[in-house]
């Protein structure tokens, strides 16, 4: 079976957070959760990763908490507004820190084909499964998306 999903809104950056600088001024700073940036995150490299998110905060380390990986590195960017796991030195999780997503309509809003979740929770979470051909689930909270590669995925989106 093939399916086919067109893409909409993929260019919109949609998410704006004030930020404290060092000298006490707010400013902000727009959280791209577009398709189109998304997608050239996921089952990149790590250095691959850093020429869009810049250095990590801290050093990319071994970690025993994988969700779905066998084996894994985790790293935070931007200050921990994105959280990625590592498997085989590819972005195969990808935590994005934004509010007010928690709706049926997450999945247009960041730029994925638009679908019927697989679990609907409105209070607590949405997921989708298997939207995109290589991406494992999409969950939407009410602090965050969580956007899981399947492991073994290894082409481009």
């Not at 959280?83 to 085989?88: A, E, N, P, S, T």
């Not at 999945?107 to 084909?113: A, E, S, T």
Request: net charge positive; charged share 25%; aromatic share 14%.
């Amino acid at each position: 079976m093939i399916l086919f999903f067109n893409c909409t809104n993929a260019k919109k950056k949609l998410s704006t957070e004030q930020l404290s600088s060092s000298q006490g001024e707010r400013r902000q700073e727009t959280i791209d959760t577009s398709f189109y940036y998304v997608k050239k995150l996921l089952n990149r490299s790590s250095h691959e990763v850093a020429k869009k998110l810049g250095i990590p905060d801290g050093k990319i380390q071994i970690t025993e908490d994988c969700d779905y990986l066998p084996s894994c590195k985790e790293a935070t960017y931007r200050n921990g507004k994105y959280d990625v796991l590592y498997y085989g030195d590819r972005l195969k999780w990808l935590h994005i820190d934004v509010k007010g997503f928690l709706n049926k309509d997450a999945m247009k809003r960041i730029g994925f084909p638009s679908c019927e979740p697989t679990f609907n929770n409105p209070s607590f979470v949405i997921r989708w499964s298997y939207p995109v051909k290589g991406l494992r689930e999409v969950s939407v909270f009410q602090n965050y998306i969580l956007i899981n590669v399947d492991a073994n995925f290894n082409d481009k989106f």
